[in-house]
C-alpha cells in the first residue's frame, strides 16, 4: 500500500524567507509525487510534479520541490515566501505499476506566511 | 479552455431532496473523478469514470449516484443525504485514468450543507 506522510500540520514562515513544507512517501514501483496548494472554499490547483530525471523539478509561482530517492522524500520549497503563498499544500504520490493507481494524498500542511 | 466548470456553487438540502452537482471540462480528458473533501482533511476519492464508464467506486454509499452523460460532463445525484454527508465535493479530470503521471485539474468544488 502507498502512503504520504506531511508531518507537519502547519508552517509559519515570516514573508520574503525561504519555506520548506516536508513531504515523504511510501510506494511500490516508480513513484509519481505531487504538490497542489489549496486557496479556502477552493478546488486543488496543480502545482508541481515529479515523474523521472533531474531531482530538482520547478513549477508554477517560483515553488520547486526536491526528490530524495534514499530518503524517500518530496520537499516542496521556495527561496522567498508571499503573504499570497498562505494556502493549505497537499503532496501526493501515485506508483506506476501498471493499471490504475489511486492517488495518495497527505493530510496537509497549512502554510502561513507573516508580513 | 484549461478549466474544470462545477455548478452550483453551494448547495443546501434537505434529507428527502434530490439534487444533483454537475461538472463540465472541455480539455478532451477522458479520465473524470469525483471527491469528497471535509474541512481541513484531504479529498477522498469516490469515483472514477474512464472513457465514459465508471471503473472505480469506492464503496460509496447508494444515495450518491454517479452518472457520465458524455465525455465532457459528469453528474452526481444526491438523494436521501444525511448531515454527515456535508462536505465540499470536487470534481477532477486528467487526459487518462491509467497513465499516473498525468496531474489531475480540479474544479473549484461544490458546498455541500444537508440539513
Known amino acids: 500500500a502507498q502512503s504520504v506522510a506531511q508531518p507537519e500540520d502547519q508552517v509559519n514562515v515570516a514573508e520574503g524567507n525561504p519555506l520548506t513544507v516536508k513531504c515523504t512517501y511510501s510506494?511500490?514501483?516508480?513513484?509519481?509525487l505531487f504538490w497542489y496548494v489549496q486557496y479556502p472554499n477552493r478546488g486543488l490547483q496543480f502545482l508541481l510534479k515529479?515523474?523521472?530525471?533531474?531531482?530538482l523539478v520547478k513549477g508554477s509561482y517560483g515553488f520547486e520541490a526536491e526528490f530524495n530517492k534514499s530518503q524517500t522524500s518530496f520537499h516542496l520549497k521556495k527561496p522567498s515566501a508571499l503573504v499570497s503563498d498562505s494556502a493549505l499544500y497537499f503532496c501526493?504520490?501515485?506508483?506506476?505499476?501498471?493499471?490504475?493507481?489511486?492517488?495518495?494524498f497527505g493530510t496537509g500542511t497549512k502554510l502561513q506566511v507573516i508580513p | 479552455d484549461t478549466e474544470v466548470t462545477q455548478t452550483p456553487k453551494h448547495l443546501v438540502m434537505g434529507m428527502t431532496n434530490k439534487k444533483s452537482l454537475k461538472c463540465e471540462q472541455h480539455?478532451?480528458?477522458?479520465?473524470m473523478y469525483w471527491y469528497k473533501q471535509k474541512a481541513k482533511k484531504p479529498p477522498e476519492l469516490m469515483f472514477v469514470?474512464?472513457?465514459?464508464?465508471?471503473?472505480i467506486n469506492e464503496s460509496v454509499p447508494s444515495r450518491f449516484s454517479p452518472e457520465c452523460p458524455n465525455s465532457s460532463l459528469l453528474n452526481l445525484h444526491l438523494h436521501a443525504l444525511q448531515p454527515e454527508d456535508s462536505a465540499l465535493y470536487l470534481c477532477?479530470?486528467?487526459?487518462?485514468?491509467?497513465?499516473?503521471?498525468?496531474?489531475?485539474?480540479f474544479g473549484p468544488g461544490t458546498r455541500l450543507t444537508v440539513l
Open positions: 477532477a479530470s486528467s487526459p487518462l485514468a491509467v497513465i499516473s503521471y498525468n496531474e489531475q485539474f
Open positions: 480539455m478532451g480528458h477522458r479520465a
Open positions: 469514470y474512464s472513457y465514459e464508464k465508471l471503473s
Open positions: 515529479y515523474i523521472t530525471g533531474d531531482n
Open positions: 501526493a504520490v501515485r506508483g506506476g505499476s501498471g493499471g490504475y493507481q489511486k492517488v495518495t
Open positions: 510506494v511500490s514501483g516508480n513513484p509519481y
